[in-house]
T-cell receptor, first 112, second 111 residues
Framework: DAGVIQSPRHEVTEMGQEVTLRCKPI?????LFWYRQTMMRGLELLIYFNNNVPIDDSGMPEDRFSAKMPNASFSTLKIQPSEPRDSAVYFC??????????FGQGTRLTVV | GESVGLHLPTLSVQEGDNSIINCAYS??????FIWYKQESGKGPQFIIDIRSNMDKRQGQRVTVLLNKTVKHLSLQIAATQPGDSAVYFCAENQAGTALIFGKGTTLSVSS
């Protein structure tokens, strides 16, 4: 398996624009997580899914953030409209039941 | 909510020394703990894990110790190498929930 695949690796956008981050989890994993990493706040959990169903989105900072998982092999995290304070590295991770989570390489988002 | 924290933000060691990275957790219901290593520009990478029914687990050059009484987790790296230089995170998990991460400890190994 190629591991968790995220795209794009880097995204630079202007404030107010819509940004969509994509994730393909490892086949067979039933949990998918979106994390955000910044120097100040470390790795923050934004939302996670179990069997494609959102379980806990309490970490999503504002209504500008939304996440979907239309099927077991794809998830998106959307920010609309984007703001400079959204600049961070966004990680997607997946796991099978109660085991370790495998992380993608991340998307470095810069909002100018 | 409860969170995992780290005792020391940075650790500098000489090549060949043993390294010990500490972590405190606060959720007594957590039953699964993991150490991750993150190199610059990459995602966190699994190192070793331990479940709450164990006190110690060993891997290749790494050992994780769990003290449930004081809610403390540690990662020991034997014969530290320059390639071990990275940020190390502990994470805690309660069954059926997400991994919650501490802030991380930067390990710097000089040769």
């Amino acid at each position: 398996d190629a591991g968790v695949i995220q795209s794009p690796r880097h995204e630079v956008t202007e404030m107010g624009q819509e940004v969509t981050l994509r994730c393909k989890p490892i086949s067979g994993h039933d949990y998918l997580f979106w994390y955000r990493q910044t120097m100040m706040r470390g790795l923050e959990l934004l939302i996670y899914f179990n069997n494609n169903v959102p379980i806990d989105d309490s970490g999503m900072p504002e209504d500008r953030f939304s996440a979907k998982m239309p099927n077991a092999s794809f998830s998106t995290l959307k920010i609309q409209p984007s703001e400079p304070r959204d600049s961070a590295v966004y990680f997607c991770a997946s796991r099978h039941m109660n085991t370790e989570a495998f992380f993608g390489q991340g998307t470095r988002l810069t909002v100018v | 909510g409860e969170s995992v924290g780290l005792h020391l933000p940075t650790l500098s060691v000489q090549e060949g020394d043993n390294s010990i990275i500490n972590c405190a957790y606060s959720n007594s219901a957590s039953d699964y703990f993991i150490w991750y290593k993150q190199e610059s520009g990459k995602g966190p990478q699994f190192i070793i894990d331990i479940r709450s029914n164990m006190d110690k687990r060993q891997g290749q050059r790494v050992t994780v110790l769990l003290n449930k009484t004081v809610k403390h987790l540690s990662l020991q790296i034997a014969a530290t190498q320059p390639g071990d230089s990275a940020v190390y995170f502990c994470a805690e998990n309660q069954a059926g929930t997400a991994l919650i991460f501490g802030k991380g400890t930067t390990l710097s190994v000089s040769s």
